[in-house]
């Protein structure tokens, strides 16, 4: 292999690994903040309890999650250095805004949260916990407009002498119609994620150890299964508005995901399509006629271009080459996006039904969806990712940088082999890390809360353990 490809791998091993944590962050920061909202106003003991208890959890993931994501960033100097002369003065603004502003929200208050209990009025350390939340959603914003414009380049000029881009309009950039779709289809996502992780871990306590914490644990279940289906439903409206820009801005990526090599006017969309081994041609294809139309235009006899004719206007647009993507990962990922996380939908409702009424369920089949649920919904996102960066290539920003030309001249196979094997194995251990840690504290059930006013007995101060 290439450095070229060794650096792809590195990036995207990278870059999902981070993204297992962003999600679980962003969700669970807003669920703890409702948790606490409701000790808040109601003062019932089980939401200060479950508030301390996923606070936890929220915790060990924000350490790792900021962990990985250092890393990350380092690649584009690394790995991809013509990649980061090219686009920088583009990438500088938002992810400059995103350290200064959002990072600086979500660290200072999150420590301002985590050491303020007792310490702050109670109304002024729920508000750290919601700007810290916020905070989330602002780097969100900031990185994902940052990327939308290697989806559709907006705001810039080409400077020739320097052989470079150059930003011209920071507004075009952060209104980015792709951004614009793109920020609430993720963050959508996002909550599906925490809504999952807190729906399996209280159905696992309630079926595992009904005797303990049975109503804290039922109404954590309500919670978190229906943010989960409520999150699901705006995944759903968002992500068909994502695909009919997907269709304007990058119409490869739109017949890449459907399997379409040839221009159809109406367009089936395919429920399953075989092809060659090298994803050329179709041989066999399961469909329903006319939705592809509707999904990419909004028009049930509108026209898709297909994969052979784009091909075809993109040699005549850029030159020789092949512009068509890997099409059997950027076909199954989309559909894997699409089946997990209706699978973990359905699981919400069904974890909705057995505890209608109070009732406490008990079958095997729910402790195993309990067990299984945390992770339908984050592997959707992993899968979301792959297909969104795989559908764009083999362009890094999308008809103006080929990715094979943003490697580092200088790096050689041997360097970016060595530093990919270093961090795929310091990842494992991590992973390790934090699998322990969340299973130590999730077992634990939820903390006994000590009785207010004894000033020398710090052990209701669990929330600093992960600093």
């Known amino acids: 292999m290439e450095a070229l490809d060794l650096a792809r791998w590195q990036f995207g091993i990278t870059t999902v690994y981070h993204f297992f944590f962003v999600p679980i962050t962003i969700g669970l920061s807003f669920l703890v903040a409702g948790l606490q909202t409701a000790w808040w106003r109601t003062g019932h003991e089980k939401y200060l309890r479950l508030t301390k208890f996923f606070g936890k959890l929220f915790l060990i993931n924000f350490a790792l999650g900021v962990a990985t994501g250092i890393v990350q960033e380092f690649q584009f100097g690394m790995n991809w250095s013509d990649y980061s002369r090219f686009v920088g003065d583009i990438f500088g603004a938002p992810l400059a805004i995103e350290g200064l502003l959002a990072f600086f929200l979500e660290s200072t208050f999150l420590g301002l ?17 919601w ?81 303990h914490d049975l109503e804290a644990f039922l109404t954590a279940i309500r919670l978190g299964a229906v943010t989960l289906f409520v999150a699901g439903l705006g995944v759903v409206v968002t992500g068909d508005i994502q695909g009919k820009i997907m269709t304007d801005v990058q119409p490869m990526k739109m017949a890449a995901a459907e399997g379409l090599y040839e221009t159809e006017k109406p367009a089936p969309f395919s429920i399953l399509t075989i092809g060659t081994l090298d994803g050329s041609e179709e041989v066999y294809k399961l469909e329903v006629p006319k939705l592809l139309s509707y999904l990419g235009t909004g028009d049930i006899n509108a026209e898709v271009k297909g994969i ?33 996380g209706g699978l973990a939908m359905l699981a919400a409702l069904a974890m909705l039904w057995s505890i209608r009424r109070g009732r406490v369920p008990s079958s095997r089949w729910m402790l195993r969806t309990a067990i299984v ?95």
């Not at 414009?149 to 792709?178: H, I, Y």
């Open 113 to 129: 949260w985590i050491f303020g209990w007792g310490k702050l009025k109670p109304g002024v350390h729920l508000a750290t916990i």
């Open 131 to 211: 700007i810290a939340a916020i905070g989330t959603l602002l780097s969100s914003y900031f990185i994902l407009a940052a990327n939308s414009f290697m989806q559709n380049p907006v705001g810039f000029s080409f400077n020739a002498e320097k052989g470079r881009a150059e930003l011209e309009d920071f507004g075009a950039v952060l209104t980015n119609k792709v951004a614009l779709i793109t920020v609430p289809h993720t963050i959508f996502a996002c909550f599906m994620v925490g809504g999952a992780f807190m729906a399996g871990i209280a159905m696992w306590h309630v079926i595992r150890r009904p005797e």
């Open 308 to 340: 052979n004719d784009l091909q075809s206007e993109y040699e005549q647009a850029y030159g020789p080459g092949d512009y068509s993507p890997n099409i059997p990962i950027t076909y199954w990922t989309f559909r894997a996006m699409i089946t997990v």
């Open 373 to 467: 649920l945390p992770f339908l919904p984050l592997i959707g996102n992993s899968f979301g990712w792959i297909f969104t960066e795989m559908g764009r290539q083999p362009w890094a920003v999308f008809g103006v940088m080929p990715t094979a030309a943003g490697v580092s001249p200088g790096t050689t196979t041997a360097e970016v082999l060595t530093s990919l094997i270093a961090f795929t194995l310091i990842y494992g251990v991590l992973a390790v890390i934090e699998f322990k840690l969340l299973i130590t504290y999730i077992r634990a059930g939820l903390p006994v809360i000590e009785p207010a006013g004894d000033a020398d007995d710090d052990r209701d101060a669990p929330l600093a353990f992960a600093y």
